[in-house]
C-alpha cells in the first residue's frame, strides 16, 4: 500500500527556515510526480511545487518562487521542500502529494503543520 510519510514541520519565526520531507514507500517512486501542497485555514488546498520522475523543471505556484524550492532523491524515495523567508501567510497543512504518470493514481500525505509568528 503505497504511503507518504510528512515530518519537519513547526513553528518558527517570520523571515526563518523550515525543511519539509515527505518519504514515499509502497509505491515506484521513480514514476511519480512527486510535489506539495498547502491548506491554510478556511481556504482551499493549492499548489506549492511538484517536480516530475525525471527531477527536470519544478513547477511552482508563481507567488513562491525564489523562496521556496523543492527537490526530490530518486535513490531515498524522498522529495524535500526548502522553505526560506517565511511569512505569517505561509501558515498551514503542507500535504506530500504524488501521481504515478502510467496509472495517473494519485496519493496524498497526512499533512504538516506550518506554523509563522510575525
Known amino acids: 500500500q503505497a504511503q507518504l510519510a510528512e515530518s519537519g514541520g513547526g513553528l518558527v519565526q517570520a523571515g526563518g527556515s523550515l525543511r519539509l520531507s515527505c518519504k514515499a514507500s509502497?509505491?515506484?517512486?521513480?514514476?511519480?510526480?512527486m510535489g506539495w501542497y498547502r491548506q491554510a485555514p478556511g481556504k482551499q488546498r493549492e499548489l506549492v511545487a511538484t517536480?516530475?520522475?525525471?527531477?527536470?523543471?519544478?513547477n511552482y505556484a508563481d507567488s513562491l518562487k525564489g523562496r521556496f524550492a523543492i527537490s526530490r532523491d530518486n535513490a531515498e524515495n524522498t522529495v524535500y521542500l526548502q522553505m526560506n523567508s517565511l511569512k505569517p501567510e505561509d501558515t498551514a497543512v503542507y500535504y506530500c502529494?504524488?501521481?504515478?504518470?502510467?496509472?495517473?493514481?494519485?496519493?496524498w500525505g497526512q499533512g504538516t503543520q506550518v506554523t509563522v509568528s510575525a
Open positions: 517536480k516530475t520522475p525525471g527531477g527536470s523543471s519544478p
Open positions: 502529494y504524488a501521481k504515478n504518470v502510467l496509472s495517473m493514481t494519485e496519493y
Open positions: 509502497g509505491m515506484i517512486f521513480a514514476v511519480n510526480v
